[in-house]
C-alpha cells in the first residue's frame, strides 16, 4: 500500500493548515488510519488516529486543536489543524493499521509543516 501525504507548508503561528493522505490508484479501508509527527531530535508522535468504527484518538497536544476525517467516497484521510504553534513544527506522516493488536505497517513519506512565531 502506497500512502501519500500533502498539504504540508509554511505558515504563521495561529494560522490552520489541511493535511491529506491517499493512496494513489487504489481503495484503502485499514483498521485504522494515524497521523504521526517527528521534529528534529525528538521521538516520533501519534498526533491522531481514526478507526474504522470511527472511533477518535489524539494527542495531548493537539487535543481540541486538531481534527481527523475521512471521505470514504474520496478515499482520503485529512488532519485539519488550527490554532497552530511553532511546537507543531514537524514532518508528519499517514500510516495504516490492518488490525487493532497489528504495527503501522504502511507509511507515507510525510509532508513538512513548519509553523512560524
Known amino acids: ?3 501519500v501525504e500533502s498539504g504540508g507548508g509554511l505558515v504563521e503561528s495561529g ?4 493535511l ?3 493512496t494513489p490508484g487504489g481503495t484503502f479501508s485499514p483498521f485504522a488510519v494515524g497521523w504521526f509527527r517527528q521534529a528534529p531530535g525528538k521521538e516520533r508522535e501519534l498526533v491522531a488516529r481514526l478507526t474504522r468504527a470511527g ?7 493537539v487535543q481540541s486543536r486538531f481534527t481527523i ?3 470514504s467516497a474520496r478515499n482520503v484521510y485529512y488532519l485539519q489543524m488550527n ?15 490492518s488490525i487493532m ?8 513519506r510525510g509532508t513538512q509543516v513548519t509553523v512560524s512565531s
Open 1 to 3: 500500500v502506497q500512502l
Open 15 to 18: 494560522d490552520s493548515l489541511t
Open 20 to 22: 491529506s493522505c491517499t
Open 55 to 61: 472511533s477518535k484518538t489524539y494527542g495531548d497536544s
Open 69 to 71: 476525517s475521512r471521505n
Open 83 to 97: 490554532s497552530l504553534k511553532p511546537e507543531d513544527t514537524a514532518i508528519y506522516y499517514c500510516a495504516t493499521q
Open 101 to 108: 493488536t497489528a504495527p503501522y505497517a504502511y507509511w507515507g
